[in-house]
């Protein structure tokens, strides 16, 4: 659930230390028994995690000690450090365009993280200010394979399908690469696949899949404290 609770006793950190940590808790002056256990430490802070906007907004009115980590949902004061992802829509629908492709989509679940919104949106202006404008395709689903799939049968059987495909997760990324393949589509001769974001699996997959990382000698974030 993610109802919050405004007891003190809710606002504490439930952690599940496995067995394998033992070792660096101890270290710590954290005792722990022979097996994962759940224990309680009262909370000095909070880093909101791919957090929706009722938990941000539930803390900003509450004046707690927090920290976004990712983008703010707009209305919101709170401290945070987030990448420019409206700059990166933006940027992966110019290279589309500059490809050729007169059609993209970009596939996102369910909008409850403020970062896949700003994506999205860069990602629709990059599509109207290329120098060739592209057709802007919002093929939002509903966060499952099977919901993608579907989503991806539907926009192929379509008079003038989209050639290009941006994704905001790397999940996505893979059940649009694969179910490209099974269908007999050559990546990326008949279809251009963009990831958002990047894992290791990724960097193993063949054909190769154009991504976005971070650079490790070079800031890759912004922070507000607002």
Same mark, same amino acid.
């Given at each position: 659930?993610?109802?919050?609770?405004?007891?003190?006793?809710?606002?504490?950190?439930?952690?599940?230390?496995?067995?394998?940590?033992?070792?660096?808790?101890?270290?710590?002056?954290?005792?722990?028994?022979?097996?994962?256990?759940?224990?309680?430490?009262?909370?000095?802070?909070?880093?909101?995690?791919?957090?929706?906007?009722?938990?941000?907004?539930?803390?900003?009115?509450?004046?707690?000690?927090?920290?976004?980590?990712?983008?703010?949902?707009?209305?919101? @004061?709170?401290?945070?450090?987030?990448?420019?992802?409206?700059?990166?829509?933006?940027?992966?629908?110019?290279?589309?365009?500059?490809?050729?492709?007169?059609?993209?989509?970009?596939?996102?679940?369910?909008?409850?993280?403020?970062? =896949?919104?700003?994506?999205?949106?860069?990602?629709?202006?990059?599509?109207?200010?290329?120098?060739?404008?592209?057709?802007?395709?919002?093929?939002?689903?509903?966060?499952?394979?099977?919901?993608?799939?579907?989503?991806?049968?539907?926009?192929?059987?379509?008079?003038?399908?989209?050639?290009?495909?941006?994704?905001?997760?790397?999940?996505?990324?893979?059940?649009?690469?694969?179910?490209?393949? @099974?269908?007999?589509? @050559?990546?990326?001769?008949?279809?251009?696949?963009?990831? @958002? =974001?990047?894992?290791?699996?990724?960097?193993?997959?063949?054909?190769?899949?154009?991504?976005?990382?971070?650079?490790?000698?070079?800031?890759?974030?912004?922070?507000?404290? =607002?």
């Amino acid at each position: 659930s993610h109802e919050l609770d405004d007891s003190k006793a809710a606002l504490q950190q439930m952690i599940l230390w496995p067995n394998k940590k033992r070792h660096k808790l101890c270290a710590c002056g954290v005792g722990l028994g022979r097996e994962p256990q759940k224990i309680y430490i009262p909370w000095s802070g909070w880093v909101l995690v791919r957090s929706t906007f009722a938990m941000q907004k539930w803390f900003a009115e509450r004046a707690l000690p927090v920290m976004v980590a990712g983008s703010r949902h707009p209305g919101v @004061r709170l401290p945070s450090v987030a990448l420019d992802l409206q700059a990166v829509g933006r940027h992966a629908a110019g290279l589309f365009a500059g490809r050729g492709h007169h059609s993209a989509a970009i596939f996102t679940g369910n909008l409850f993280a403020a970062g =896949d919104e700003q994506t999205r949106m860069g990602f629709m202006e990059g599509c109207k200010t290329a120098d060739s404008p592209m057709k802007f395709v919002d093929a939002q689903h509903d966060g499952t394979v099977e919901g993608l799939c579907l989503k991806l049968d539907t926009l192929l059987a379509g008079k003038t399908p989209p050639t290009a495909f941006f994704t905001t997760f790397t999940g996505n990324t893979l059940t649009v690469l694969t179910h490209f393949l @099974r269908r007999g589509l @050559r990546i990326p001769r008949d279809a251009a696949i963009i990831s @958002r =974001d990047s894992n290791r699996y990724l960097e193993q997959a063949v054909p190769s899949v154009a991504r976005y990382e971070l650079s490790n000698t070079e800031p890759g974030a912004e922070s507000s404290l =607002d």
